[in-house]
Every structure is written in C-alpha cells, then in structure tokens.
C-alpha cells in the first residue's frame, strides 16, 4: 500500500508529518514523499526540510494520495507540472485526501468538482470559486476524496483513515501508541470558539495563507 505526500516549497510541516505518524503504522504500509525534484523540501518556517526521496515523475500510481496545505500553495497554484501530476495519481488512488489548504490544490485540479470539502479557516471560502462545495467540518469524507481542516485536522483525518483501511481496532491501537488525547489548554482552536479580535488579527496579519 503506497501513500505518497507531495512536497513544495512552504508547506506546513505538521500537515505532513502529522498524518504520516499514523498512515505509516499502517500494516504494509510504504510511505512515499516526492517533489518535483528529489532532495529537501524547506517548510514555511524555513528552519525545518523533509526530503524528498523520489521525484514526482517515478510515484505515478499511489493507493493513498495525502497533499499537505501550507503557505506555499500560493505559488504551487500555479505549478501546472504539479497539478497535472495530481490528476494523474489521484486517478490510481483508493483514497484521495488533503490537509489545510492543500484542498485548493485539488480544487485547481479539478478533483474536487461537485465535492464537499474543508480546509484551513483561512482559505475555505476559496473553495466555492474553485469548483467545491465548502464545508466548516474538521474532517470532510466525499467519495474517496477526503479534506481536513487547518493543520492538526490531519492527524483525524489520518484516523479516520486508518479506521476504514484496517479497522477500528488498528486505529484505535495507533491512536494509543502515539499517544493521540488533546487536551489543550486554551479554547481557541476554531475561529467559532476563538476572541473575535484574534481571529481578526490573524486574517490581517498575513500570517497565514490567503
């Protein structure tokens, strides 16, 4: 079972990382990350890279497609190499997913048409305009197109993943061995539960992508 994670320049670390943790403790499971070219692939923060083993090009039929969001999906919009790549592995896929705002990537290649899908607060209202049906939910299930919301979304979305390849009981058992019981110390991880003026903030800060 091959589960390939695309990488480019500006993703969001944890939005790979975070569902690699459990997808990767699936039984046969074969993690792939790739990129347009072979080697590191610099965060948005910029002090972290993942390597990319593989080049796009050679992970043409992947049973799991897993596309990272992240401030860099302004420019990756606009990778046609890259989104030409996506349609031609998410036509292989079991399942197709995203996390944050890698959903817009999916979008602009068409996967999402028609679809319901999430992404990071930020960039959910692009959505509508890219062909998708967007919806707040933290995890969106569509056929075999799965979206999560901002960032941490992906470890649930990993999941629930994990729940419908191997069954409850191997995913409860991964939720277990890496610990996985959120218990935050403050109650402003939505922009429903969050002060308003953070939520302001934050929108006018650039801080995140737009």
């Known amino acids: 079972m091959q589960i390939a ?3 480019y320049d500006g993703f969001t670390a944890l939005d790979a990382v975070g569902p690699y943790e459990i997808l990767a403790r699936l039984p046969g499971a074969e993690v792939v990350f790739a990129a347009t070219r072979p080697g590191p692939v610099r965060t948005e923060l910029g002090s972290l890279a993942l390597t990319a083993d593989r080049p796009l090009s050679e992970v043409t039929a992947p049973d799991i497609l897993l596309v990272p969001g992240g401030p860099g999906t302004v420019e990756a919009l606009a990778d046609q190499a890259l989104l ?17 705002s890698g959903s817009l990537l999916l979008a602009a290649a068409g996967l999402l048409n028609g679809r319901r899908a999430t992404s990071h607060w930020i960039a959910l209202d692009h959505l509508a305009g890219m062909g998708a049906i967007p919806s707040n939910e933290r995890v969106v299930f569509d056929g075999k197109y799965a979206t999560a919301a901002g960032v941490s979304a992906g470890i649930d979305l990993a999941l629930h993943l994990a729940g419908r390849i191997a069954g409850d009981e191997i995913a409860q058992a991964i939720q277990l061995v890496v610990e996985y019981d959120p218990q935050p110390p403050y109650d402003a991880g939505s922009i429903s539960t969050a002060p308003a003026e953070l939520v302001t903030s934050l929108r006018a800060s650039g801080l995140v992508v737009q």
């Open 5 to 7: 994670i695309p990488l």
């Open 84 to 100: 030409d790549w996506l349609r031609t592995a998410a036509a292989a896929t079991t399942w197709t997913a995203s996390v944050c």
